[in-house]
């Protein structure tokens, strides 16, 4: 095979021994569409490996949380298998740098597109499954799962306006509001400044490049300070 993903091998710690698997885990639709009948896409894969995915991820938590219910675990695996999150896991193992895309793809920005970037993910895990059983795959998978899950599991994902505020709801009496408080910048790339107030009182200030991500950081500085760290 002309293709090489020795990199990616070293990156997650398992070599194939059925370098096809690989090789069609990291095809968009793309990439096989240009190849035509060369090339499967990883959709197939993708399919495969979001199941693998959800039964190793709810085996994990029904055997390390066991005080929690079905409720609770339900949450927490749909935080942990949720696309922000398998982009974030992708992204920690540079899935990007290997992925095989069509041309069109490639010059839009494919390799950082958080879906693609998912999806291929996913399709990883079935390619580990399929060529070395499913404890491959487990010990793959939980690489990528924290060992300890906070109270407030929407912090992992950086979900802190969730989190902040399951912690106000415990006292119905108080409320939360988001005040932008400066922006700044040409419209393509315009900086935003917000503050987070409890009852009128400061308790957070947040910067982004949107509303949404400096409303995030100011929920997230509201949280420290309130003594629930990530």
């Known amino acids: 095979m002309e293709i090489s993903f020795s990199g990616l091998e070293q990156e997650i710690g398992y070599i194939f021994r059925n370098q096809d698997l690989i090789y069609e885990a990291l095809s968009h639709s793309s990439y096989a569409n240009e190849k035509k009948k060369q090339r499967h896409s990883n959709e197939r894969l993708e399919f495969l490996g979001d199941s693998v995915l959800s039964v190793v991820v709810s085996q994990y938590l ?39 895309l069509g041309k069109g793809e490639a010059h839009t920005g494919g390799r950082e597109r958080p879906s693609i970037l998912a999806d291929a993910f996913e399709a990883v895990i079935a390619a580990i499954y399929l060529d070395g059983g499913l404890e491959a795959a487990r010990k793959h998978i939980l690489h ?5 899950i906070p109270e407030k599991h929407s912090m992992l994902f950086g979900d802190y306006k969730t989190a ?12 939360v509001d988001y005040r932008l408080i ?4 040409p419209d393509h790339n315009k900086t935003f400044v917000v503050e987070v107030c409890l009852n009128s009182n400061v308790i957070g200030k947040g910067t982004g490049k949107s509303k949404k991500e400096a409303e995030q950081m100011a929920a997230k500085e509201a949280l ?3 003594g629930y760290d990530e």
């Open 182 to 185: 400066e922006e700044s910048g």
């Open 164 to 175: 902040l505020q399951e912690v106000i709801q415990k006292n119905p009496e108080e409320k």
């Open 224 to 226: 420290a300070l309130m």
């Open 144 to 148: 990528f799962i924290p060992e300890r």
């Open 62 to 100: 029904f055997e390390h949380y066991q005080d929690l219910p079905e409720g609770e675990l339900t949450k927490i695996r749909a935080a942990l298998v949720c696309e922000k999150s398998l982009h974030k896991f992708a992204l920690r193992i540079h899935l990007g740098d290997y992925l095989l």
